[in-house]
T-cell receptor, first 112, second 114 residues
Framework: AQTVTQSQPEMSVQEAETVTLSCTYDTSESDYYLFWYKQPPSRQMILVIRQEAYKQQNATENRFSVNFQKAAKSFSLKISDSQLGDAAMYFCAYRDGNQFYFGTGTSLTVIP | ETGVTQSPTHLIKTRGQQVTLRCSSQSGHNTVSWYQQALGQGPQFIFQYYREEENGRGNFPPRFSGLQFPNYSSELNVNALELDDSALYLC?????????????FGPGTRLTVT
């Protein structure tokens, strides 16, 4: 079974600084998708960024980028120029067919 | 806002009772997935409905059942509620026409079982 591990339950970052959230996963597949979702205190889960495993280039969305290491099965999220609105739970997710597997989340605090 | 709505927002039930949660998918989406998110945990996949048929199921007992209607809205039914069923229930809509299967989540229903 696929598993997703987020080893950092909590992280904090100074406003305007950069933070990296870690994620590792386990799979025997060669083609798959990985996602980072953000869940603010309002609870609505929002897609931050996605990565197709067949693409070697790391995905980037504005201040958010990933470091995808396929051989190491690692998929970290980098947030640059952190803003107060980035404070939330962040979940890493792996898609297998029509089923998504989520990690346990990292709670990010942004310090003014 | 994603356009996915869920009702009710909060619900309190007693052990042994039955509950129905509802989800309206985003316009144009024909697939709805349901997740259970226990406190401090990530969402766990319950099942998915595509064109009114169950299209995949996670490791949940049969007392968790669902429906999808012709307008692609969906219901999650839980029978014989247990204390451990207390959680945030999320639905997510998507379209099978997209290879990426990007999901859009609703705000969730907080279920408390006493």
């Amino acid at each position: 079974a696929q598993t997703v591990t987020q080893s950092q339950p909590e992280m904090s970052v100074q406003e305007a600084e950069t933070v990296t959230l870690s994620c590792t996963y386990d799979t025997s597949e060669s083609d798959y998708y990985l996602f980072w979702y953000k869940q603010p205190p309002s609870r609505q889960m929002i897609l931050v960024i996605r990565q197709e495993a067949y693409k070697q280039q790391n995905a980037t969305e504005n201040r958010f980028s990933v470091n995808f290491q396929k051989a190491a099965k690692s998929f970290s999220l980098k947030i640059s120029d952190s803003q107060l609105g980035d404070a939330a739970m962040y979940f890493c997710a792996y898609r297998d067919g029509n089923q998504f597997y989520f990690g346990t989340g990292t709670s990010l605090t942004v310090i003014p | 806002e994603t356009g996915v709505t869920q009702s009710p927002t909060h619900l309190i039930k007693t052990r042994g009772q039955q509950v129905t949660l509802r989800c309206s998918s985003q316009s144009g989406h024909n697939t709805v997935s349901w997740y259970q998110q226990a406190l401090g945990q990530g969402p766990q996949f319950i099942f998915q409905y595509y064109r009114e048929e169950e299209n995949g199921r996670g490791n949940f007992p049969p007392r968790f059942s669902g429906l999808q209607f012709p307008n692609y809205s969906s219901e999650l039914n839980v029978n014989a509620l247990e204390l451990d069923d207390s959680a945030l229930y999320l639905c997510a809509s998507s379209t099978q026409t997209s290879d990426v299967l990007e999901q859009y989540f609703g705000p969730g229903t907080r279920l408390t079982v006493t």
